[in-house]
Structures are given as structure tokens and as C-alpha cells.
């Protein structure tokens, strides 16, 4: 499935769960697919457009205010359903500590337990934040139907952040053995 397509499924499942600006559609997709996918506003903006143009979506005028809501049409749900049979597209291994820790004898054992350390505080925040996500979930009933299949991806991304924990702290025992031995 091409990057475009990626970007439109994202796009359509968002409005599909409820109609929304292109801001808020931004602000969901970071704060609620953001442990597996990101859509920037260079990404959301055009895409919007381009769904619009082939009727997957449509404008409503928010009251009062100069924003516009976009909320998905029969056709976009039709869209959605075909992206979503699709096989996912396998994600390319991009992983800056692996390749820094790889070449960590470069660096030396301080400066590798100092980006152990950060993976580690950022997996322990991440982790707390699916669970308050989690906890947002089961009270929203505007998500009723949906919950089931958010807490999923939510118990997915709980699981990467404990494995993570877990192998940062194996990590670091690891990097004092060699910081002793140095």
C-alpha cells in the first residue's frame, strides 16, 4: 500500500469515528494513533483536499468560528473499507539508538547509557500515557463502538513500551559490566 493510500486510511478512519477540522484531525492522530502513526499537517492537508475532490469527504461550515469540519461520506466509507482489506505496508527499519548503540564502541559505554537512558524515560512516559489514554477511552461513550478496537493498538503499544523498559534496564546492566571493565 503506497505512503498516499497509508495517509488516507488514517484520514478516513479518524472522520469515520466522528467528524472533525483539519487541526483536530491532526491533534487526534497524534494524540491517539501517535505510538504507531504520524500524519503531519503537510500530510493531512492535501490529502483532505485531495479526498474532498474525489467526494470521500466533505466541508461543513463550524458554527460560528472560521474552521471547517470535514466528515466522511458513504463513498469515503466504501473508500476506507477497501483500504483497510489491503495488505499493511511493511515499515522500513529506521531506528537512530539501534544505529547509534551498534556503533557504540565509537562512543563508549557513558555516552551509550546516556541514550539507554533516554529510551528508557521516553518508554516509561509513552507508557503512561497509553494508560491515561486507556482510561480516556472507557469513559468517552462518543467511542462506545470503536473502543474495542482503539484499546487493541492501545495494548499494543503498552506491550512495545514495557519491552522496551525492559530491555533498556538489561541494557544498562549490560553497559555498566563494560564501563567496569574499560
Known amino acids: 500500500m503506497p505512503r498516499s493510500d497509508q495517509s488516507q486510511t488514517a484520514i478516513l478512519g479518524a472522520l469515520s469515528i466522528m467528524p472533525m477540522t483539519g487541526y483536530a484531525l491532526r491533534e487526534q492522530i497524534r494524540d491517539t494513533l501517535g505510538h504507531f502513526w504520524n500524519e503531519s499537517f503537510g500530510q493531512i492537508y492535501p490529502t483532505l483536499a485531495q479526498l474532498e475532490q474525489q467526494n470521500l469527504v466533505e466541508r461543513h461550515p463550524s458554527d ?64 503512561a500515557e497509553l494508560e491515561a489514554t486507556r482510561q480516556d477511552l472507557i469513559t468517552d461513550a462518543a467511542l462506545a463502538e470503536a473502543a474495542p478496537y482503539i484499546a487493541l493498538t492501545i495494548s499494543a503499544g503498552e506491550y512495545s513500551a514495557r519491552a522496551t523498559i525492559a530491555w533498556a534496564n538489561e541494557a544498562l546492566a549490560q553497559l555498566a559490566e563494560l564501563g567496569s571493565t574499560a
Open 64 to 127: 460560528g468560528s472560521r474552521s471547517t469540519t470535514f466528515g466522511i461520506t458513504a463513498a469515503g466509507i466504501t473508500r476506507l473499507r477497501e483500504l483497510l482489506a489491503e495488505p499493511p505496508q511493511e515499515p522500513k527499519p529506521r531506528n537512530g539508538l539501534m544505529l547509534r548503540l551498534f556503533f557504540g564502541a565509537q562512543l563508549g559505554p557513558d555516552a551509550c547509557r546516556e541514550l539507554v537512558i533516554q529510551a528508557l524515560e521516553q518508554a516509561e512516559a509513552q507508557l
